[in-house]
Every structure is written in C-alpha cells, then in structure tokens.
C-alpha cells in the first residue's frame, strides 16, 4: 500500500497514526474538563517548549504571524522606525511590520544559505533602525553571532523568525551552543500544520529570556490585561487553544526523531544531485544545524517548465517564494524595484523545493530524483 502512495511536498499521516491515541485522549479530556482556552495542556506546552528550547519564557499564541506582531508591539517603537529583514521570506514577516506603520527595510540573502547575508547588514543600518528580523530559512540559522555583534553596536533591538527552524541549534565561537529562537531578545514560531512541529490548525510561540519582555508579551497576547478588565496596554486577542495544545505536546515529544528524518532525507537528495550539472543542492552552514523544513535546489533553465513536467509525473514541487516581497505590490510604496536584490529575485525564478517530510521513502525520492535529472537534460 505504501509504495503505491502518491508522493506528497509534505506528508502528516504517517506522523498522525504514531500519536493518534496520545491525541485522542488528550482531546477527550479538554472536551470533558472544557478548558478550552489556556488549559493544562497549554501550561504543560509552555514547559515544555522552555525545556526543550532552554528558554526562561515560552508564550503560546494564535499563529505565527501574531508572534511576530506581539513581539514587535512589545518593543514599543515608533511609527516610521526602520526594521531590517529579509525579502526573501514569508510575507507575515514584512507584513507585521507595515502593519505597525514602521518601514521595513530588506537586505539580500547569500546564494549558499538562502539566509540573511549578514556582511551585507550593518550598511542598511540607520539612525531610525531599530530592530532586526532575521529569517532562519528552511530550517537553518542565520549566522546569528554576527547579527548579534551588529545589534549590539548599533543598540538595536533582534527578533528570530523562527517558524522554518524549529530544533536548529547554533555553535557560537566560544563553543557554547544555542537553539534558534532564543539568541536575539525575542524569538517567534510558527506551528502551522505543515511546519516541522505542526499542529492541527493555528498555533505560534513567542520566546524569550528577558523577564520584562516575557511580561509584556503575555500581556499583549491578552488583550494589554495583566489583571482582568483592566488592559494597561494596547494588546491582541491571541491565544492558543488546548487542542493545538494537546497535539503539539504529543509531537514535541517526536521533534529531534522528525529533524533527524528529514535531515536524512535530504543527505539522500544531496547524494543522488551530486555532480549533476545544473543543480545546486543547499549548502549546510559550518555555525548551524540543519532541520530542512524545505529542500530547495536552484536549477539552471526555465524552473516552471520543469516544474510542468514533473507534475504531470506526479511529482509535487513547490516554490518558495515566487515573487519577492520588495516586488509585492501592496509593498510598492517603500519603493522596492527589480535589481534591487540580485540574489533573493534570482531565487525566486530558479528555485525549486522538493517533497520533503518525515515520510518519504527511499523509492520516492530516486523517483524524484530521477525525473529531476531527467527534465534538466
Ligand atoms: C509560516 C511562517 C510564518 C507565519 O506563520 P503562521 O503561523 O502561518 O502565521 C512567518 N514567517 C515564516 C518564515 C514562516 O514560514
């Protein structure tokens, strides 16, 4: 039966059946007990992703999105205040930003990593910078002890987007190792289902170290109220529910097993890619673990040609992201134009990111591999 399953970009079924009666009594209980909003099972994932993550604070929240806009609420700035990111990323990440009336200002990414190209960094530092979003793409870090060198020069504030590279870990030089999403001052994540830990619908986490931070992001997460009825701030409604809860609980349990498998998987397509001429497989960084929530390559020649092809094999393959968010039109008044970032337009137009889950098979992926090689030819 299994052979014969038609090859899925991202596959949660097979993790489902190994949790299954681990979910279904957890969302016995939240229906019998009708916690349903900040129950146990929300506690015991705040602790759980503190322990797992060695953070002091872990805030569940709606969604990944919300973490990052909760965070950047926390910091309290200033219409017009300047955030560096990235273009080549999801749009929540630049969204939340204009959404704060701030200027998002993007730097290019390096054409080995797909990450934030941090010596391109500190020349798009200004007098109203005031914080950094770096992107842990795919599942690996930014080279985040540079960021860090740079924000602390420059006093500004750094938040990870964490929601690709949940479980990466960083080797700083001192050889003390950190998990991504809490070596800037605040980290946020995504647990949309097909993230690598995913829950059953909306979920996101905020995370930091900083005790004050904590307390105004769990503030904020609730409307601004620290005390019912009484907001002391401007907050969101943002909370997790105790069935994301309770599934995210069952998975966190399986992270480092899920990592593993999909660094696996992708150890397999770097093998079967390499030499190939025109594929350029992803390059692993020497400070980072890798948790490949994708597996993109750049092709050389016409990409969605290629990808026409392979659908019509049956062979899904998807493309992050198509169009740069320098270049999105709801994005055009902070004056973005073609050129602007070589790499990040070039890999919106060559790259291609493969099946890549907990599930893939062997024989799945020599058949992708295979008919990868032999649309290139
Ligand atoms: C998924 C994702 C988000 C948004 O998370 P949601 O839970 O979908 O709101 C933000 N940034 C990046 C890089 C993502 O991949």
């Given at each position: 039966m299994l052979a014969t399953r038609k090859i899925q970009m991202v596959d949660l079924q097979g993790q489902f059946k190994a949790i299954q009666d681990e979910v279904e009594e957890g969302i016995k209980e939240v229906l019998q007990t009708c916690q349903f909003i900040n129950g146990p099972a929300v506690k015991d994932l705040e602790k759980g992703l503190s322990k797992y993550l060695n953070v002091k604070a872990a805030i569940p929240c709606a969604n990944g999105t919300d973490a990052l806009l909760v965070a950047l609420m926390a910091l309290g700035l200033e219409p017009g205040d300047e955030v560096i990111t990235v273009s080549h990323t999801f749009v929540a990440t630049a969204e939340v930003i204009a959404l704060l009336?701030?200027?998002?200002?993007?730097?290019?990414?390096?054409?080995?990593?797909?990450?934030?190209?941090?010596?391109?960094?500190?020349?798009?530092?200004?007098?109203?910078?005031?914080?950094?979003?770096?992107?842990?793409?795919?599942?690996?870090?930014?080279?985040?002890?540079?960021?860090?060198?740079?924000?602390?020069?420059?006093?500004?504030?750094?938040?990870?987007?964490?929601?690709?590279?949940?479980?990466?870990?960083?080797?700083?030089?001192?050889?003390?190792?950190?998990?991504?999403?809490?070596?800037?001052?605040?980290?946020?994540?995504?647990?949309?289902?097909?993230?690598?830990l995913g829950a059953?619908?909306?979920?996101?986490?905020?995370?930091?170290?900083?005790?004050?931070?904590?307390n105004k992001l769990r503030q904020i997460v609730n409307h601004g109220q620290r005390q019912k009825y009484t907001s002391e701030c401007i907050g969101v409604n943002s909370r997790l529910d105790s069935f994301q809860a309770v599934v995210l609980n069952a998975?966190?349990?399986?992270?480092?097993?899920?990592?593993s498998l999909r660094r696996e998987a992708a150890d397999y397509y770097d093998q079967h890619?390499?030499?190939?001429?025109?594929?350029?497989?992803?390059?692993?960084?020497s400070f980072s673990s890798h948790v490949f929530h994708q597996y993109t390559i750049v092709v050389e020649g016409d990409r969605d040609a290629i990808r026409g092809i392979l659908s019509e094999r049956g062979i899904p393959s998807m493309v992050y992201y198509p169009v740069p968010i320098h270049l999105q039109p709801a994005y055009s008044n902070w004056g973005g134009a073609n050129g602007d970032l070589p790499v990040t337009e070039r890999l919106a137009y060559q790259g291609l990111s493969l099946p890549m889950h907990t599930e893939l098979t062997r024989e799945q992926q020599d058949l992708v591999c295979k008919t990868v090689i032999e649309c290139l030819s």
């Amino acid at each position: 039966m299994l052979a014969t399953r038609k090859i899925q970009m991202v596959d949660l079924q097979g993790q489902f059946k190994a949790i299954q009666d681990e979910v279904e009594e957890g969302i016995k209980e939240v229906l019998q007990t009708c916690q349903f909003i900040n129950g146990p099972a929300v506690k015991d994932l705040e602790k759980g992703l503190s322990k797992y993550l060695n953070v002091k604070a872990a805030i569940p929240c709606a969604n990944g999105t919300d973490a990052l806009l909760v965070a950047l609420m926390a910091l309290g700035l200033e219409p017009g205040d300047e955030v560096i990111t990235v273009s080549h990323t999801f749009v929540a990440t630049a969204e939340v930003i204009a959404l704060l009336r701030l200027k998002p200002v993007f730097v290019d990414v390096h054409e080995d990593t797909f990450n934030m190209d941090v010596a391109q960094l500190e020349a798009a530092v200004t007098v109203k910078t005031r914080c950094i979003i770096p992107v842990h793409l795919f599942g690996q870090s930014v080279d985040m002890e540079a960021v860090m060198q740079i924000a602390n020069k420059h006093d500004l504030y750094v938040i990870e987007d964490n929601a690709q590279a949940i479980g990466a870990e960083v080797t700083f030089g001192d050889g003390s190792i950190h998990k991504t999403g809490t070596i800037g001052h605040i980290g946020c994540t995504s647990f949309y289902p097909s993230k690598n830990l995913g829950a059953y619908g909306d979920a996101g986490a905020i995370f930091t170290n900083d005790e004050s931070l904590a307390n105004k992001l769990r503030q904020i997460v609730n409307h601004g109220q620290r005390q019912k009825y009484t907001s002391e701030c401007i907050g969101v409604n943002s909370r997790l529910d105790s069935f994301q809860a309770v599934v995210l609980n069952a998975k966190l349990k399986h992270l480092d097993r899920y990592n593993s498998l999909r660094r696996e998987a992708a150890d397999y397509y770097d093998q079967h890619f390499a030499g190939v001429e025109g594929i350029t497989t992803p390059k692993r960084s020497s400070f980072s673990s890798h948790v490949f929530h994708q597996y993109t390559i750049v092709v050389e020649g016409d990409r969605d040609a290629i990808r026409g092809i392979l659908s019509e094999r049956g062979i899904p393959s998807m493309v992050y992201y198509p169009v740069p968010i320098h270049l999105q039109p709801a994005y055009s008044n902070w004056g973005g134009a073609n050129g602007d970032l070589p790499v990040t337009e070039r890999l919106a137009y060559q790259g291609l990111s493969l099946p890549m889950h907990t599930e893939l098979t062997r024989e799945q992926q020599d058949l992708v591999c295979k008919t990868v090689i032999e649309c290139l030819s």
